[in-house]
């Protein structure tokens, strides 16, 4: 196999890398990656927060309103047609990555950023002006390809420009950048509740981080990884020195070389490649870890706090500001991964915060099972306070655990020729999962009441243990040498080496078949396997 980086191993080369400084360079393009978060976030935070206007509900969805008067507290906001606009963007994005995926292998990291800023820009021009639901819908759905190109590129951008040894740091930014969207979405829906049109001005606004992520990934490199994957080595040689502020990067760029010579050697187009055995081990990974980052919960919180804390007797004003105190917590504890991951670990917090989080879902349950009047949905004002307390609690597992990990892991796991097509595959695992919960959680609140709180407590519980055992750590690894931490995985080991002993047969195998042609004999496998490669 070429590649002498990936059997290396951890220490291989790595030790030898010129970790340079930290140019303006690299932090200018660590931001213009996280702008990509940015869009996403801002999305996140709008959606929930527009539909509780009275103005927007009034057009586009009076069913709503009407049912508000007969149905109970669970019930209320359970509309199809409401709930598809919270989540059908993010059936377009699933789209928008798997088209991403191509743009980023062929054209590069960056164009396919400002793509993605691009179709997020025109969703925001055809919703603010919007007349009827069908406008909505397709701005929504223009912005939804957007927010899937951004999505899969921002963390593959990241972390292919990140001093290895600080990837953590960097990777998470595409975290705290979609809390800070999430937060400016929550303020400016709560500081336009008045304006009969402030749902307008909320989807408009939509186009500024758009504007900035194209006009800021005009100003950036395209990550070198990109450049030497398609032959522009040079270039890919002057980018690792502008951005590690340091001439001699050769060690480095080797390491980028030998994936590239992968690579390219490779002639299985990456979407199939994925999807062999080979690949297993990371397939399964990137598919469990993007399922958990929506199975623990979170966008029940982010999508509808507003639609549950006016249900439980709030008032849609300090509704509202709930989801901003929310958003502001689940800024600031994104901050605690953001410092730590590069020494406490990925697979640390992730465990910690399924506990904390499983902790905080029972909490829940029981007290809306015990104190919510189940016609009314009225909580006593004390527990409504408690209840708040534990939802940012639980946000903060999320912000330091089961939101940046996942990401950052996905984009961590693949070697350059899968690399694209494997952090489209997460987004749209990802996206699956975010549609099929802004779909139903208002469904299932319905129909299972509390007891979807102690669903999500079951799966949290799964996810730490399936962690602790199933997902080796990534920190301080090159990440063109982490395969090698599959390899040595005490799990994932055994399959590679049985999938390696497995090929190594089949070459024999066919190298036996060759030689009985050769020779006009029906077999000649023992020969090749006592003897080795004959000559021919
Ligand atoms: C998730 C989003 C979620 C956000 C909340 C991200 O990791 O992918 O779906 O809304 O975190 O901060």
Redesign the pocket.
């Known amino acids: 196999m070429a590649g002498g980086a990936i059997l290396s191993g951890p220490g291989g080369r790595s030790s030898q890398y010129n970790r340079g400084r930290i140019t303006f360079s690299v932090l200018l393009a660590c931001f213009v990656g996280a702008c990509t978060g940015l869009v ?2 801002y999305d ?1 935070g709008i959606a929930g927060g527009v539909i509780s206007y009275p103005d927007f509900q009034r057009r586009f969805f009076p069913q709503v309103l009407e049912a508000h008067a007969d149905k109970d507290a669970f019930c209320k906001y359970n509309d199809p047609l409401l709930q598809l606009f919270v989540s059908v963007l993010f059936l377009a994005g699933i789209v928008g990555a798997f088209l991403g995926s191509f743009t980023a292998k062929q054209w590069g990291r960056r164009p396919t950023m400002m793509l993605g800023g691009l179709c997020f820009l025109i969703g925001a021009v055809l919703m603010a002006p919007a007349v009827h639901v069908a406008m909505l819908i397709i701005g929504r759905v223009v912005m939804g390809l957007g927010v899937g190109i951004c ?1 899969m590129c921002g963390p593959l951008f990241l972390s292919e420009l990140a001093p290895y040894h600080l990837r953590g740091a960097f990777n998470t930014q595409f ?1 705290l950048f ?2 800070i969207g ?1 937060l400016v979405a929550q303020c400016i829906n709560y500081g336009n509740q008045n304006y009969e049109w402030g749902w307008r001005l909320n989807l408009g606004l939509a186009g500024l981080p758009a504007a900035l992520l194209m006009v800021g990934a005009a100003l950036v490199p395209e990550t070198p990884a990109h450049l030497v994957e398609v032959g522009r080595e040079e270039q890919g040689r002057q980018v690792l020195r502008r951005i590690r502020g340091a001439e001699d990067v050769e060690v480095e760029l080797q390491d980028i070389k030998d994936a590239a010579v992968a690579a390219r050697s490779t002639k299985v187009n990456p979407w199939r490649a994925i999807f062999s055995r080979k690949f297993t081990p990371q397939l399964v990974t990137i598919v469990a870890l ?1 399922v958990f ?2 199975l623990d919960g ?2 029940s919180i ?2 509808y706090a507003p639609q549950l804390f006016d249900a439980m007797g709030s008032g849609r004003r300090e509704a509202l500001m709930t989801h901003v105190i929310i958003g502001a917590v ?1 800024v600031a504890t ?1 901050f605690v991964a953001v410092f730590t991951v590069d020494s406490l670990g990925r697979t640390f917090w992730m465990v910690e915060a399924s506990a904390h989080m499983m902790a905080c879902e029972v909490i829940m349950g029981v007290l809306i099972a015990l104190k919510m009047d189940p016609v009314t949905g009225a909580i006593p004002k004390d527990i409504t306070v408690g209840l708040i307390v534990v939802v940012c609690v639980f ?1 903060a597992g ?2 330091w655990g ?3 990990m ?2 950052l892991v996905c984009s961590e796991v693949q070697p350059m020729h899968t690399r694209a097509a494997g952090t489209a595959l997460a987004t749209i695992v ?1 996206f699956i999962l ?1 549609f099929i919960i802004g779909q139903c959680f208002l469904s299932m609140l319905c129909s299972m009441r509390y007891g979807v709180f102690f669903f999500f407590a079951g799966w949290l519980a799964f996810m730490g243990v399936y962690t602790y055992f199933l997902v080796p750590e990534t920190k301080g690894v090159p990440i063109e040498e982490i395969e090698y931490k599959f390899r040595n995985h005490w799990a994932w080991g055994k399959l590679m080496a049985k999938h390696d002993a497995a090929q190594e047969a089949k070459v024999v195998d066919d190298i036996a078949d060759d030689l009985a042609a050769a020779r006009g004999t029906s077999s000649c496998k023992v020969d090749v396997a006592k003897k080795g490669k004959p000559e021919m």
């Open positions: 996403f976030g996140i999505v975290q979609i809390t999430i993007q980052n929506q979170i966008n982010m999508f689940n994104t946000i999320h912000a089961w939101g940046p996942p990401w990802n975010t």
